[in-house]
C-alpha cells in the first residue's frame, strides 16, 4: 500500500494495530478523521489519553472502574456471598446485560494457557483464593468461555479451593463448547446463568 504522506502512514499502521483492524480498515478509519473537524480528532485523542493514565482496576473484583470499588461491588443490594469468576471486562458486561445476576464478579484477566505462556501467577487467581479463605463467598459461579483454556483455569480454581467449604457451580452449557461468552446472546447466556450446576458434575462429561 502506498502512502502519499509519511504522517498518514504513520497513522494508518498504528489504526491497523488494534484487533480486527486491517490496512484498508484503518485508512479508511483515518481518512474518516481528517474529514472531521479538528476538535473531534482532539476529543477523541484527549479521551484515550485520559483513560490511559487515568483507569483503575477495582481492589475488590479487579473490573475496570473509575474509582477503587467499581459501581457493583460499591453496590449495597448486590449479594457479595456469590462471586461469579470470569475472564475479563467484556465478560461482565455481558452478563449484567442478561439482568439476571445479582451477585458479585472476580475478574481473573485471562485464561490458563500454556501456549501462550500464560500460567496461574499471570492471573488474579490468588487474591480469588484468598477470599475463599476469609469465608465469606458462599458459592462461586465459573463462568469462563467453554474452550480448553478455559475448563483448564476452571479445574485449577477448583483444586486451589476444594478444601473449603463453598459451593462451586459453572454455568449450564447453554454455550456452545469452543464458544467466547462475549459472543453468546442474551438470552442463551441469562439461561446459563440461572440454569447453573455443580462443578464436579462437569468433571464427569
Do not use: W
Request: proline share 3%; charged share 25%; aromatic share 6%.
Amino acid at each position: 500500500m502506498e502512502f502519499s504522506s509519511k504522517l498518514l502512514e504513520n497513522a494508518v499502521n498504528e489504526m491497523s494495530q488494534l484487533p480486527g483492524i486491517g490496512k484498508r480498515t484503518a485508512l479508511r478509519l483515518v481518512l474518516h478523521l481528517l474529514k472531521q473537524p479538528e476538535q473531534h480528532t482532539s476529543l477523541l485523542a484527549e479521551s484515550l489519553q485520559k483513560m490511559r493514565k487515568e483507569v483503575n482496576f477495582c481492589k475488590n473484583c479487579h473490573n475496570i472502574s473509575d474509582t477503587q470499588l467499581c459501581e457493583i461491588c460499591a453496590n449495597p443490594n448486590r449479594n457479595e456471598t456469590i462471586v461469579c469468576v470470569v475472564e475479563d471486562i467484556r465478560d461482565v458486561m455481558a452478563i449484567e446485560n442478561t439482568s439476571q445476576f445479582k451477585g458479585h464478579y472476580h475478574v481473573l484477566g485471562g485464561k490458563i494457557s500454556p501456549m501462550d505462556g500464560v500460567g496461574p501467577g499471570e492471573l488474579t487467581i490468588n487474591s480469588l483464593v484468598e477470599k475463599v479463605k476469609e469465608g465469606t463467598i458462599e458459592e462461586l459461579i465459573f463462568a469462563l468461555s467453554s474452550t480448553m483454556e478455559g475448563d483448564t483455569t476452571n479445574f485449577y480454581i477448583f483444586k486451589q479451593i476444594e478444601a473449603y467449604t463453598i459451593i462451586t457451580t459453572t454455568i449450564a452449557r447453554g454455550i456452545s463448547v469452543g464458544d467466547e461468552l462475549e459472543y453468546a446472546d442474551e438470552v442463551t447466556l441469562g439461561r446459563s446463568i440461572l440454569h447453573r450446576v455443580p462443578f464436579e458434575n462437569s468433571l464427569k462429561n
